[in-house]
């Protein structure tokens, strides 16, 4: 409606080649290489006066996301991110997500002797990419405002009606390596699984599990108890066993000239 700007849409997409975003990326990156495509279903009426002015349903699914230095090596990726919602109203404080999962996660963080990181290498060091690219307000670029647009449609989520029947985090895969010692230190965490049902602010308590195995060996699961009014009062408890202790000679040769040949960590206790 040209008058009021009050609108209403349904989109359907399957399969959508999410490469268009590319162009946009290059204005916030040195290098790197990103792929998706996106199925979507989503139904939504709103005022364009209003951001927040937004009534939405519908499923959401990003599929087979790739970035990194390029076509062969990734930072970070994903096969599957999917978001099903029941109701999106910020206007009225409604969030009503029915389950919020993502599949195979992946992510590599690698430290340098120039004090940067390979994030920084692409973005700039502490991000002056994006610094220079929001400061720009002549020249548009679609990433910036997607992320401005989520920033207040997701403001008064813990101050609102808010549930989501499930989180889930499906064979994860993290990996740190750093290059700034004499050694090479790397550890692979893999898979990781993270799980949380009934996220509801109307719950005395949520409960969430983490749970993962660490490579060359070792195990950890983790179990947090949060309160969905105050996410500042929480309870973790964490049982990490098998940490051979020569995982981490790098370190202990730097700052101490001596390496320890055997042994295991186990790291148990409660935080709150």
């Known amino acids: 409606n040209v008058v009021s700007l009050d609108y209403r849409f349904k989109a359907i997409a399957h399969q959508y080649d999410l490469k268009i975003i590319e162009q946009y990326l290059s204005a916030l990156i040195n290098y790197g290489n990103f792929k998706a495509d996106i199925d979507a279903n989503i139904e939504a009426t709103g005022n364009f006066k209003n951001k927040e002015d937004l009534n939405a349903k519908g499923l959401l699914v990003i599929n087979n996301f790739h970035f990194g230095k390029n076509t062969t090596e990734d930072y970070a990726s994903f096969s599957k991110f999917t978001l099903y919602i029941n109701q999106l109203n910020p206007l009225k404080h409604i969030y009503l997500i029915d389950s919020a999962s993502l599949q195979k996660p992946y992510f590599k963080l690698e430290r340098y002797d120039n004090n940067l990181d390979n994030i920084q290498t692409m973005f700039g060091k502490k991000g002056v990419n994006l610094d220079i690219a929001k400061a720009n307000s002549k020249k548009f670029n679609l990433l910036i405002e ?31 390596n750093d290059y700034t010692l004499n050694e090479l230190f790397s550890v692979h965490v893999t898979p990781i699984y993270a799980y949380a049902d009934s996220i509801n602010k109307s719950n005395e308590w949520v409960k969430a599990t983490f749970r993962t195995n660490v490579k060359p060996s070792g195990n950890a699961i983790v179990k947090l108890r949060i309160n969905p009014k105050d996410s500042s009062d929480f309870d973790v408890n964490y049982h990490i066993t098998e940490l051979p202790v020569a995982l981490f000679n790098p370190y202990l040769i730097k700052y101490t000239s001596y390496p320890l040949d055997r042994g295991t960590i186990e790291l148990q206790g409660t935080w709150n």
């Open 146 to 176: 997607i992320a401005k647009y989520v920033k207040v449609l997701a403001k008064n989520f813990f101050k609102s009606n808010y549930k989501i029947n499930r989180l889930a985090i499906y064979d994860g895969d993290f990996q740190y």
